[in-house]
């Protein structure tokens, strides 16, 4: 697979869709890829790109966007409340919003510094123990305390269970999007990402499809 196969792929299922390729933001992911393989994708002019970590993203990304100004880098895994503000400093999105401390912490951070990445809220759609996230029922309330807090919430991000078909997830997430008045959905991965397409993404994460295995 390479990045041409994935944007072909994005095009067909946006056209079955009845959707613009262009609403789609394709985020390639580029957690703990060699070096050689994320300046092969920039230099085909692709400029959104995610990351898993704080630390490893400060380690490799500020150097890169000297040289490639335009990029619009994605933090798409966790983040530690003590790490808020390196992430600040780094991110133009993040898609892991996912308790009230951390809205906390952001929010006072965006006052001190006038400016905030745009937030997704992550969803536990499955409602898995092991995995973070805001879970369905208490979505609404949470969200309406991070506007109470002026986040600049721009959708909602899920990932849904291994085992589980992932439409009825993707489903769920855009009618609870609609339903707060959300219209960011960053959902799909190298897997689903045309079913996501299908249901409504504005946002797909796709990693190992572009770059190749990653090395653990």
């Keep these: 697979m390479s990045l041409t196969d994935i944007t072909t792929r994005l095009a067909r299922a946006a056209t079955e869709a009845g959707r613009p390729p262009g609403d789609i933001t394709l985020i390639a992911v580029s957690k703990l890829q060699p070096p050689a393989r994320v300046e092969a994708v920039l230099k085909t002019g692709h400029r959104a790109f995610g990351e898993n970590r704080v630390q490893e993203a400060a380690g490799k990304w500020p150097e890169w966007r000297a040289q490639y100004p335009e990029v619009s880098l994605h933090l798409v895994g966790p983040l530690q409340t003590n790490k808020a503000r390196q992430a ?20 006072d951070l965006a006052q001190e510094r006038g400016a905030c990445p745009a937030l997704f809220v992550q969803v536990n759609t499955g409602a898995e123990p092991q995995k973070a996230g805001v879970l369905p029922d208490d979505l609404d309330g949470f969200v309406a305390e991070c506007r109470e807090m002026d986040l600049p919430l721009a959708g909602l991000m899920c990932i849904p269970p291994v085992d589980d078909e992932p439409a009825g997830h993707f489903s769920m997430l855009r009618d609870m999007a609609a339903r707060n008045g959300l219209p960011g959905l960053s959902m799909g991965m190298s897997d689903d990402f045309e079913t996501a397409i299908a249901h409504g993404a504005t946002h797909v994460r796709v990693g190992s499809a572009i770059f190749g295995a990653r090395d653990y």
Excluded: G, I, N, T
């Design 88 to 107: 600040l400093d780094l991110f133009d999105a993040v898609h892991s919003l996912d308790r009230p401390r951390l809205a906390r912490r952001l929010a």
